[in-house]
C-alpha cells in the first residue's frame, strides 16, 4: 500500500491529506477520518521496522489510550494493515517547540506558559507510574490556538513493564537525556525533569544546554561536565533562574525538583522578581537593553520597531498617522499618560523631518543610524528579528552591516551563510527580488537547508520575472542543519 500517496486510504477509514513529518522510525500523515469526519494525525513505523520498534508503537497506543490530560495528545485508536500498525491521534494544527525555537529564543512570559503546560502533562504520566524519556523540543506542540501538548510515548516507560530495546540501545535524544539515562541506569521522574530544564534553558538562552559536533560528543559532556549557567548565554537572566535550572540539571537525580511543576514555580517565582511592566514604559526597557541581550532574546514584536522609531525620531510621524506602525500599538501591554506623549511629540519634532514625509520615506529615514555593535552574529539575529516584526526594509541595513562585519576567514561558515539568506529574504519581503537573487544564489553554495533556500530563491526570480535554474551544481560545503 503506498501509504506515502495523497489520496489514500488507510483501512477503508482514514484517507491521507499529506505527510506532517518523518523521523528514523515512523511518519507521521495528516489524515481524515473518513467515518467521524475530522482531522486526524496517523503515526506508522517505517515499512519492514524491527519487531522492537513495532512494539514501541504498539506501547504508545496503549500508553497514550490509558491517559488523559488536555496538556498530553490524545490517542483515538490502532489500526493494522498488510504493512504493520499505526495508530491514530489528536491533530494539533500549529507547529513543534522546536520550530519555534529556531526562530530564536521565546520571550518569558510565553516561555513560562509552555513549561508550565508541558510540566502538567509530565506530572500527571508520572502520577500513573510512567517516565516519557524523550521530553524535547519537537515532541512538545504548539496549537495555533494557543494550547500546548506533549506528544510521543512511545519511549515511555511505564513502572510495571519491560524494557523494549535492542540489546545496548540506549532511547531519548542527547541533548536532552540525564546523566544517568545515558549510562543505561533505569529512568525515574526526575529523567523527564532532567529533560524538562534542558528545554527551558533553551528556550530562554536560543540554544542548546549541551552542544557538540556528534550526538557521542553531546553524551559525553553530559556526563563528564557540571550543569550549564543559564547566564553564560543570557548574562540578564535573574541568578535564581539560573540556579533553579542547574539545580535540575543536577548529575545526582536526588538533588533535582520533586515535580515537574516545582521546577516551573521556581523559574516563575525568579522571573517574576524582574521590573514588572506596570513600573517602566516600553521606551524605558528598549533604554536598558545592550546589544548581547538583544542578540540573545528574541524579543516582543513591538521592540525593534519602536527602538527603530525613537532612534530616528519618527514617533511623532506615527502617532500623527493613527499609529500606521501597527505591531507596537496593538500589544494593549503598556499604555503612556497624554503627557508623555506630548513630550516624546515635542522631542521627535526636533529631529523629525517635515511632516509631509511619506510612510515609505519616514521607514527608510527610521534605518538611518545603524545598531550599536559590530558582532555580525548578534546583527544577523537583530536583522532576523526586524524581519519577523514585519519590517525588513528595516533589517536591509542591519544584515548588510553583519555580511561586511564578517572577517574573510569566517566567510565559508554557516553563520555567513545565514547571513546571506536573511539578507536575500528581506530584500525579498521588501519588493527587490532582484536584489535577493545574487545572494541567495550564493546561499546555495552550502550544502544546509538547501530546499528551502532554493524554494526561497525560485519565488524571488519568480516575482524578478526570470528564469532558469539558478542553482548551482557545484561548491557545496558541509554544514549542520540549523535556523538561519
Known amino acids: 500500500m503506498a501509504v506515502q500517496a495523497n489520496g489514500t486510504l488507510l483501512t477503508d477509514r ?12 515512523a511518519t507521521v500523515f495528516l489524515c481524515e477520518d473518513q467515518r467521524l469526519g475530522r482531522k486526524v494525525a496517523v503515526k506508522r513505523m517505517h515499512a519492514h521496522s524491527p519487531e522492537d520498534i513495532q512494539a514501541r508503537l504498539r506501547r504508545e497506543a496503549k500508553l497514550g489510550a490509558s491517559l488523559s490530560h488536555p496538556n498530553l495528545v490524545s490517542v483515538f485508536d490502532t489500526e493494522t494493515y498488510e504493512e504493520g500498525v499505526f495508530i491514530v491521534m489528536e491533530y494539533v494544527e500549529g507547529e513543534t517547540l522546536a520550530d519555534a525555537l529556531r526562530r530564536g529564543p521565546l520571550d518569558s512570559e510565553r516561555s513560562m506558559e509552555i513549561l508550565r503546560g508541558v510540566a502538567s502533562a509530565l506530572d500527571n504520566v508520572h502520577a500513573q507510574g510512567i517516565v516519557h ?14 494550547s500546548v501538548k506533549l506528544a510521543d510515548l512511545g519511549v515511555g516507560l511505564a513502572t510495571d513493564n519491560t524494557r523494549i530495546t535492542q540489546s545496548g540501545q540506549v532511547l ?11 549510562d543505561g541506569a533505569t529512568p525515574t521522574p526526575a529523567t523527564d525533569i532532567y529533560a524538562l530544564a534542558a528545554v527551558a534553558y533553551e528556550m530562554f538562552a536560543g540554544e542548546k544546554a549541551r552542544k557538540g559536533s556528534t550526538p557521542l560528543e553531546v553524551a559525553h559532556r553530559v556526563t563528564s561536565e557540571q550543569p550549564p549557567d543559564l547566564r553564560r548565554a543570557w548574562p540578564a537572566a535573574p541568578a535564581a ?14 538533588r533535582r525538583p520533586g515535580s515537574a511543576t516545582e521546577l516551573v514555580d521556581e523559574l516563575s ?14 521606551l524605558d526597557r528598549i533604554a536598558a537593553l545592550t546589544p548581547a541581550a538583544v542578540s540573545r532574546r528574541r524579543l516582543p514584536s513591538w521592540v525593534p520597531l519602536i527602538g527603530l522609531l525613537l532612534v530616528a525620531g519618527a514617533v511623532a510621524l506615527v502617532i500623527g498617522l493613527g499609529g500606521g506602525g501597527g505591531s507596537s ?12 506623549h506630548k513630550t516624546a511629540k515635542k522631542k521627535a519634532a526636533t529631529t523629525t523631518p517635515r511632516a509631509t514625509s511619506t510612510p515609505a520615506q519616514a521607514q527608510t529615514q527610521q534605518q538611518a543610524t545603524p545598531p550599536a555593535t559590530s558582532d555580525p552574529i548578534a546583527l544577523n539575529k537583530q536583522g532576523k528579528s526586524l524581519i519577523d516584526s514585519g519590517n525588513p526594509q528595516g533589517a536591509i541595513p542591519v544584515l548588510q552591516q553583519a555580511l561586511a562585519a564578517f572577517p574573510q576567514d569566517q566567510r565559508s561558515s554557516l553563520d555567513y551563510a545565514y547571513t546571506l539568506f536573511n539578507l536575500g529574504d528581506a530584500y525579498l519581503k521588501s519588493g527587490q527580488a532582484d536584489k535577493a537573487i545574487p545572494l541567495l544564489q550564493q546561499r546555495l553554495n552550502w550544502n544546509d537547508q538547501r530546499d528551502t533556500v532554493a ?25 549542520h542543519d540549523k535556523p538561519h
Open 14 to 25: 482514514y484517507r491521507v491529506i499529506r505527510r506532517l513529518g518523518s523521523g528514523g522510525a
Open 133 to 146: 524519556r524523550d521530553v524535547k523540543p519537537a515532541n512538545v506542540l504548539l496549537g495555533a490556538d494557543g
Open 172 to 182: 531519548g535524544t542527547p541533548a536532552y537525556m540525564s546523566p544517568e539515562q545515558i
Open 241 to 254: 533562574a539560573a540556579a533553579a535550572i542547574k539545580e535540575a540539571m543536577a548529575r545526582d537525580p536526588a
Open 269 to 282: 517565582d525568579a522571573l517574576s522578581r524582574e521590573p514588572k511592566a506596570e513600573t517602566t514604559t516600553p
Open 329 to 340: 500599538s496593538g500589544s494593549g501591554s503598556h499604555k503612556s499618560s497624554a503627557a508623555k
Open 455 to 479: 524554494a526561497e530563491l525560485r519565488e524571488a526570480m519568480h516575482q524578478a520575472g526570470q528564469t532558469g535554474p539558478g542553482v548551482p551544481g557545484h561548491g557545496k560545503k558541509k554544514g
